[in-house]
């Protein structure tokens, strides 16, 4: 194993994040450069470092991180409308490999993103 992810220490606790939600399975807290008014990391327990690093095994997991995501935009009133992002590999920007998603909120939204 490699030195631990930014995203594990946080699951673990060794470096502060604020966080909005916890289960079992997944963490949600606040990105630290926001782009938007709201703006979460919302993180597997599990690592998994990309999208392209899910099995089939992970798929009720998955399944679970997008239901958590619908409770938690509901629960901070995103009713307006919330965008969902995940970057998968240095061409898209991702910078931590732990697989995470972006719920971003609480602003109109651009189309298409750069
Ligand atoms: P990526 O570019 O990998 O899709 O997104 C990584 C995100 O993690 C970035 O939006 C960045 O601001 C956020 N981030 C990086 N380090 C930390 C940290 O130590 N704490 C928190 N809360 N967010 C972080």
Redesign the pocket.
Known sequence: MGEPT?FKK?IDRE?P?TIVYEDDLCLA?????PRAPTHL?VIPKKEIASVDDICEEDEALIGHLFVAMRKIAADLGLGDGYRVVT?NGPNA????MHI?F?LLGGRKMTWPPG
């Open positions: 930014i946080i470096i994040a807290f606040e990105d630290i450069n990391i970057n920007g991702q910078e931590v995470h972006h």
